[in-house]
């Protein structure tokens, strides 16, 4: 058992923690938070230093590594601010899908311009009435003789406002089973791309947090899209989007262990500097102990984290069975436990700590939504439940007791 990073993996966390160190300025962070502004001239040069697409194949830019590495960036960049990590993750993520089951042709075209930090995608499954439940899309995809045809309405596309490709989940087969004969197919946003029809996307307003962020409706109107835009399989839509999130979840948790960790930092930081009854606050047991707790926590999200990714990238057939398991695992538990910490943080920092200027209350509302896309809490602890029922309870205690 060796629990070490690599001399590669060190120099990657340690590049992306300098990066971010260097780039989200507190101004620039204050002016995208209120002005609800995707940075995308940060985006640019994340692209440029290699950031982006770390997990990518090399052939189109990326970096050929794992969803460690990943996890270790997007860590980094959370840790140093919520808003501005979260949101340069979640303008790459969605590329995911294309890297899993794009051919050569799309990988170029789709993936070689993001890797450089040029292009932002999206991901559209979320319907008005299919949220947590994606067994059925209302969205229809019909199959012409010169291309594709989409109809429908999507909610909740994060990037929808600024995307430059949109990967969308629709259903092909009206009749079949639910969870069967669904398609996913890509939208480039350039009007230029359509053979026909319309895409309108309206903003969401009035989130919680993640500001930087758009969120989006679409509606797609007859809208005719060439055939090579097909993504994966069709007819199987569902599964390809199950098997991005195997991988996206790992990547999401990581957003909210950055998030916790940047919070007790801060937080450790005032309570050695704030004094009350002539002593610093952390000399207070009820203060020092909230933090020795904070910490211990963040050591087991951490570790669980780099677990998942690390199984992730080993997938051997003894242990691929069990990267949906710590998936879920990893979704429900890093973001319920690090909005714990960040509570307590908020603790640490009295009144100050409701404000804007410690942005520890902007840590708490961006990483609320962790525990919300991609997956509730609530859909993590069924997943849980359906695949321990089937373990093989030797495989448990041998593998993972
Ligand atoms: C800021 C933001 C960004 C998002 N980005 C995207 C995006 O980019 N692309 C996209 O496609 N979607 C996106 N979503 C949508 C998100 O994935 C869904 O909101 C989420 O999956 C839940 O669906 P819902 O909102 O319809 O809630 P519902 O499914 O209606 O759930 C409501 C409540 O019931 C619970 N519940 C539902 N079913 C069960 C069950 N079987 N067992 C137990 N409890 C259950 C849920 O856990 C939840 O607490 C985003 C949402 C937000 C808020």
Redesign the pocket.
């Known amino acids: 058992m060796d629990f070490s990073l690599t001399k590669e993996q060190k120099d990657i966390k340690k590049a992306a923690a300098e990066f971010a160190r260097g780039e989200f300025k507190t101004d620039l962070v204050l002016d995208c938070e209120a002005n609800h502004r995707f940075p995308r001239e940060i985006y640019k040069k994340a692209g440029e230093l290699g950031f982006i697409g770390l997990d990518y194949p090399e052939d189109f830019g990326g970096g050929g590594l794992g969803i460690m590495e990943n996890v270790l960036v997007i860590e980094e960049f959370c840790k140093a601010d919520s808003g501005f990590g979260m949101a340069l993750h979640l303008a790459f993520l969605p590329a995911k899908i294309v890297k899993i089951f794009g051919t050569p042709d799309q990988k170029r075209k789709f993936l070689s311009p993001l890797i450089k930090g040029d292009w932002v995608s999206?991901?559209?499954?979320?319907e008005p009435d299919h949220?947590?439940?994606l067994t059925r899309m209302e969205t229809t995809l019909t199959e012409l003789e010169d291309g594709y045809v989409l109809n429908g309405t999507k909610v909740?596309?994060?990037n929808g406002g600024y995307a430059d490709f949109f990967i969308v989940l629709a259903q092909e087969d009206e009749a079949a089973r639910p969870g069967k004969g669904m398609t996913t197919i890509l939208v480039e946003r350039a009007p230029s791309s359509w053979l026909g029809g319309s895409l309108e996307i309206n903003e969401i307003g009035g989130?919680m947090g993640?500001k930087m962020t758009s969120?989006s409706e679409l509606v797609f109107k007859n809208l005719k899209l060439p055939k090579e835009n097909i993504l994966g399989e069709r007819g199987r839509g569902l599964q390809n989007v199950l098997d991005f999130l195997d991988e996206s979840r790992i990547e999401i948790g990581a957003q909210a262990l950055g998030n916790c960790e940047g919070a007790f930092l801060k937080a450790l930081n005032h309570a050695k500097k704030r004094i009350q009854f002539n002593k610093p606050i952390m000399d207070f047991q009820a203060i020092g102990h909230k933090l020795a707790r904070m910490w211990s926590r963040i050591q087991s999200l951490k570790w669980l984290n780099y677990y998942g990714a690390w199984i992730c990238d080993h997938k051997s057939d003894k242990l691929s069975g069990t990267v949906p398991l710590f998936t879920s695992v990893i979704k429900h538990h890093v973001p319920e436990t690090a909005k714990g910490i960040i509570d307590d943080a908020m603790t640490v920092f009295g009144g100050y700590g409701y404000f804007l200027d410690q942005e520890v209350e902007r840590r708490y509302r961006d990483n609320r939504?962790v525990e919300?896309?991609?997956?509730?809490v609530?859909?993590q602890l069924?997943n849980i439940t359906r695949i321990l029922k089937k373990l093989n309870p030797g495989f448990l205690e041998s593998e993972l007791l």
Do not use: M, P, R, W
């Open positions: 999206a991901v559209s499954f979320t949220g947590s439940d909740f596309t994060t989130k993640l969120s939504i919300v896309y991609e997956g509730t609530e859909v069924n």
